[in-house]
């Protein structure tokens, strides 16, 4: 079982055991926290005396419906269940006993028709949400298919995109802020089509044309696309089904100065082709605002072996990278050797 990580990298296990590990997110005291969707739990994990492995660990909550998308705020904890935004205030000093959470919104889509999730804060202080389409193509009502943003304080909220699919990471690139995000295409138009996506937002309201057109120029042949619609093409075409479920700009300066403000991927992997791809962390090379370059880091493919299946990623405090892996519960820590081997040899 052979994972191959580029040139000066090292990859260890930080944490295993849970369940189907999905979206991440660090607190201001370095706790990694850990979404789920089947197994509905919310797991904190802490690395006490920094030695790049978890010494304790504590579930925050469970029974919670599909518990995937999470983001961390001001001290709190925000957990997206079913049509309900949870927060847990003051997380880190209560990893013992979280107490109940505080319900701050309530009106998402849930229940009857479910669709996946992701949250994050942008610069602005608000709570970004996208919300999947509920199906593998169709026209779903609003808020279906859009990334909206919350104020989370006087429940106020504003659609900042619409036509999307599937987006389980989005993050704004650290130069100029601008909102990226990875949209997972349909299913079932054949090994080769149609290709994953990599959006970047330039005008709030744009419409990125899920159900009518996928790609760049993909035309779905159940729905005839509306004489008045202008659609956004992607910034940049994934390989169709490699499952772009994370998507990180690198904060830290641990890794070499190529790899700093650049976007990393989590390719989770295609369930629906006849040979596998993606499987894989890649660094997508940003320039003049444009997808340059797409590069592996990480591969969990052996040959036609998934090792795992990486599914989020988030900069370490120590500027190491964390990957989760919901194949087998993993929780992995990327971090450059050479740069290690030099704070050792400073310390010396």
Same mark, same amino acid.
């Given at each position: ?12 296990? /930080? ?21 789920? @969707? ?82 994050? @804060? ?5 709570? /970004? ?32 995109? +619409? ?17 990226? @995000? ?21 005008? &709030? ?26 659609? &956004? ?58 997808? +340059? ?5 990480? +591969? ?34 990327? @971090? ?7 704070? +050792?040899?400073?310390?010396?």
């Amino acid at each position: 079982m052979m994972i191959t990580v580029s040139k000066g990298f090292g990859l260890t296990l /930080y944490a295993s055991n849970l369940g189907d590990a999905k979206q991440l997110a660090v607190g201001d005291k370095g706790t990694l926290f850990v979404g789920s @969707f089947r197994e509905g739990t919310i797991t904190a994990l802490v690395d006490a005396d920094n030695d790049g492995r978890v010494d304790k660990r504590y579930v925050i909550a469970k029974g919670l419906d599909y518990p995937e998308a999470i983001a961390f705020n001001d001290g709190a904890l925000y957990v997206a269940e079913d049509e309900r935004i949870l927060r847990f205030n003051q997380i880190e000093s209560r990893l013992k006993r979280p107490g109940r959470p505080k319900e701050v919104y309530n009106r998402l889509p849930g229940k009857a028709k479910k669709s996946r999730r992701a949250m994050r @804060f942008g610069p602005d202080g608000r709570l /970004y949400v996208a919300i999947g389409a509920p199906c593998n193509v169709c026209e779903a009502e609003a808020p279906y298919s859009s990334i909206i943003a919350l104020d989370v304080n006087t429940g106020e909220s504003e659609q900042i995109v +619409s036509g999307v699919r599937k987006v389980l990471a989005f993050d704004w690139s650290v130069d100029d802020q601008q909102l990226w @995000f990875a949209d997972n295409g349909r299913d079932w138009m054949g090994d080769n089509l149609p290709p994953d996506e990599i959006n970047k937002v330039d005008l &709030v309201g744009s419409h990125f044309g899920f159900p009518y057109i996928h790609a760049t120029d993909v035309i779905e042949p159940a729905y005839e696309k509306p004489k008045n619609l202008k659609v &956004v093409a992607p910034n940049y075409e994934l390989p169709a089904h490699v499952g772009a479920k994370g998507l990180h700009f690198y904060r830290g300066t641990q890794f070499p100065e190529r790899f700093h403000n650049q976007m990393f991927v989590a390719e989770n992997g295609s369930w629906n082709r006849s040979s596998k791809v993606g499987y894989q962390v890649v660094m997508l090379t940003i320039e003049n605002g444009q997808v +340059s370059q797409r590069s592996t880091v990480v +591969s969990f493919l052996d040959g036609e072996f998934p090792v795992a299946r990486p599914y989020s990623l988030v900069t370490a405090p120590d500027g190491a990278m964390y990957i989760s892996d919901d194949l087998k519960g993993n929780i992995y820590r990327l @971090f450059y050797k050479d740069s290690a081997k030099n704070q +050792s040899q400073d310390n010396d």
